[in-house]
């Protein structure tokens, strides 16, 4: 049997992993810039809590969830997202409970959908994201905006645009919601079949759609930014207006919908132009309801997610230069076995000083070895023979200077210490 990795999931080798470094590191530094604190969270968890968390009637829960039973029966899912684990371990700790101020938190890893597999998106795909809960005003909605914005042109991500809107209140989506369901049933038979079971259950998702024919028909739809009450409305104008004295363009997109009631106010995407298309590579907003929903107290929250394979893909695309990592510092290459325990000692005394050092294969010829060196930009070889071990003094190679010293083994150390630090 050919093992290969499962359909939509793929290996980082070795020669890759420096971009992911890279876009992970300021990720990280952003967060940590503004006081974010990693969060760790489960791969998995008990499947209601994302039925619940994410809503039944989404995509994500209704057609996209890896689901499997544990051996005592109980089910479980791997996480599609970040927002439920992060409202159910907030609940669950009780994590502000000693401290009244708001909480801001970012996370990192894999999540799990069972989709169609295509570039740039894949059914294990990494996910950044960062919440910031406890704080009901319009600057925390900026405050995230402004942030992720701020990873992405860090990254140097082309042409990066933001998009917002506000999907208003339970209050004031309420009355939309009818509003909007009448003007739908109009003319039900003319959507898509996904559209028409939809105006149904949740009007508010027929905006998900991709059908050509539907996206037309809502091109008059009533539109709940014309219908914010107007504590919502505030809301939305106050961010707009922080967001430009933050310098931040945007534009407003009344079609950005978040079909859930636990979802309120500010709603925003990133996109990029990829492949010839718009191309959302993250987004979040307000979820004021979710924490309550999932069984906590009322807490304001607000926050975003974004994928890290097509930030990396329009990275490639546009030749952005991502620097690799530093190679490798010595290379020890001892001429037989009978002089490691020389290599080992050497070894030990250049780790002490944080200097990176490899022993050579015994097995491997003085040339091939040497060859490796150049091929891999590694910076000094030493060589430990006969010779070299009865007269103390051991070959040291620069191997971009094409030049090479005997030096005694008390100074060798030294030697390439400072060496390295003049580099
Ligand atoms: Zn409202
Ligand atoms: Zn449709």
């Not at 809502?218 to 919502?232: E, F, G, T, V, Y």
């Amino acid at each position: 049997m050919n093992y290969q990795a499962p359909r939509g999931t793929f290996d980082i080798l070795p020669d890759e992993i420096h971009k992911w470094y890279y876009l992970e590191e300021i990720i990280r530094k952003n967060a940590i810039l503004f006081n974010y604190k990693e969060i760790r969270f489960p791969i998995f968890e008990r499947l209601e809590l994302f039925q619940r968390g994410v809503g039944e009637s989404t995509d994500i829960v209704e057609k996209e969830m890896y689901i499997f039973k544990d051996k005592k029966g109980r089910t479980f899912a791997l996480r599609p997202e970040g927002t439920a684990s992060i409202a159910r371990a907030y609940i669950e700790h009780n994590i502000t409970s000693s401290q009244k101020n708001p909480l801001r938190l970012f996370y990192l890893g894999p999540m799990f959908r069972y989709s169609r597999p295509q570039k740039g998106r894949y059914r294990q795909f990494y996910q950044f994201g960062l919440e910031y809960i406890g704080n009901p005003q319009p600057i925390a909605d900026a405050e995230i905006i402004a942030l992720g914005m701020k990873i992405y042109q860090d990254a140097k991500v082309p042409e990066i645009k933001l998009e917002i809107n506000s999907v208003g209140c339970p209050i004031c989506r309420k009355e939309y919601n009818t509003t909007l369901k009448n003007f739908l049933l109009l003319n039900k038979e003319k959507y898509c079949s996904d559209c028409q079971r939809r105006m149904e259950v949740n009007p508010l998702r027929v905006f998900d759609c991709k059908n050509e024919t539907c996206q037309n028909l809502l091109k008059n739809a009533p539109r709940m930014i014309d219908n914010l009450c107007s504590a919502c409305d505030n809301h939305f104008k106050e961010v707009l207006d922080l967001l430009k004295k933050m310098n931040v363009d945007y534009n407003v997109n009344p079609n950005i919908v978040r079909g859930l009631d636990y979802y309120t106010r500010t709603a925003f995407e990133y996109k990029i132009n990829y492949l010839g298309a718009q191309d959302e590579i993250g987004g979040g907003g307000r979820y004021d309801n979710l924490i309550e929903y999932l069984g906590g107290k009322p807490t304001p929250a607000v926050g975003l997610s974004g994928g890290l394979e097509r930030v990396l893909l329009s990275l490639d695309k546009s030749k952005v230069h991502i620097p690799k990592e530093d190679s490798l510092d010595v290379f020890i290459i001892p001429l037989d076995s009978e002089f490691l325990t020389q290599s080992i000692h050497l070894q030990q005394e250049l780790h002490q000083k944080n200097i990176s050092v490899i022993i050579a294969d015994t097995q491997t010829s003085l040339k091939n070895n040497l060859k490796y060196c150049d091929k891999n930009k590694v910076k000094f070889a030493i060589i430990i023979g006969e010779d070299e071990m009865k007269s103390g003094e051991f070959v040291v190679k620069d191997i971009r200077e094409k030049s090479q010293k005997k030096i005694i083994i008390s100074e060798i150390c030294g030697y390439i210490f400072s060496n390295l630090k003049l580099m």
